[in-house]
């Protein structure tokens, strides 16, 4: 079956732009992730999802960041005013639960972004 | 707060070679490690899942240990091959945390024909 899939994969952007980044799950996972991989540093989590909700949001760097998921499945990273120290991989996660002690995160392949 | 290192950062290898990745962590009230591959331009691929409860898991040519009192974790490759040339990540839950995996930096392993 179709794994995490993530648009766009690359994204290069200006200074002060906003952008969208795109995660699809895999079918049926109720949990979602997003994590932050910079260079020289380990991967960040930034906010993650039960279902439509975000019981976590302590991670996301700053208010310019926000994140949505609709109907359970796609969820939206948008990063607002974007500055140069925002370039990264963003990482998208899903599992089939949350909580289970065999929940095995599954990741997408990451949109690198780059902003200018 | 959850703290993951992982020694060393880089390791290389001639082909057939077993070897071992090492990981620790700060907060023994760990909810399970995983151990992950990267390879360069892709995303993460699962290798293993520990269960606090557990000591060690076993997929075909590796074998991961968790032991929760000194904080460590072990990645054991057997019989290493060029395909295996990888980063390899480990993550732990944060305390308390069921959701939140703090990772370390990554050991980026070389396996030389």
């Known amino acids: 079956g179709a794994g995490v899939s993530q648009s766009p994969s690359n994204k290069v952007t200006e200074k002060g732009k906003d952008v969208e980044l795109r995660c699809d799950p895999i079918?049926?996972?109720?949990?979602l992730y997003w994590y932050r991989q910079s260079l020289g540093q380990g991967l960040e989590f930034l906010i993650y999802f039960q279902g439509n909700s975000a019981p976590d949001k302590s991670g996301l760097p700053s208010d310019r960041f926000s994140a949505e998921r609709t109907g359970g499945s796609v969820s939206t990273l948008t990063i607002q005013r974007t500055q140069q120290e925002d370039s990264a991989v963003y990482l998208c996660?899903?599992?089939?639960?949350?909580?289970?002690?065999?929940?095995?995160?599954?990741f997408g392949a990451g949109t690198r972004l780059s902003v200018l | 707060k959850q703290e993951v290192t992982q020694i060393p950062a880089a390791l290389s290898v001639p082909e057939g070679e077993n070897l071992v990745l090492n990981c620790s962590f700060t907060?023994?009230?760990?909810?399970?490690l995983q151990w992950f591959r990267q390879d360069p331009g892709k995303g993460l691929t699962s290798l293993l899942l520990?269960?606090?409860?557990?000591r060690e898991q076993t997929s075909g040519r590796l074998n991961a240990s968790l032991d929760k009192s000194s904080g460590r974790s072990t990645l054991y490759i057997a019989a290493s091959q060029p395909g295996d040339s990888a980063t390899y990540l480990c993550a732990g839950g944060s305390g308390g945390s069921n959701y939140k995996l703090t990772f370390g930096k990554g050991t980026l392993l070389t396996v030389n024909p």
């Open positions: 996660a899903s599992s089939p639960a949350v909580g289970a002690l065999n929940s095995i995160q599954y």
């Open positions: 907060d023994s009230a760990i909810y399970n």
């Open positions: 520990i269960q606090s409860s557990q």
């Open positions: 079918s049926g996972h109720t949990a």
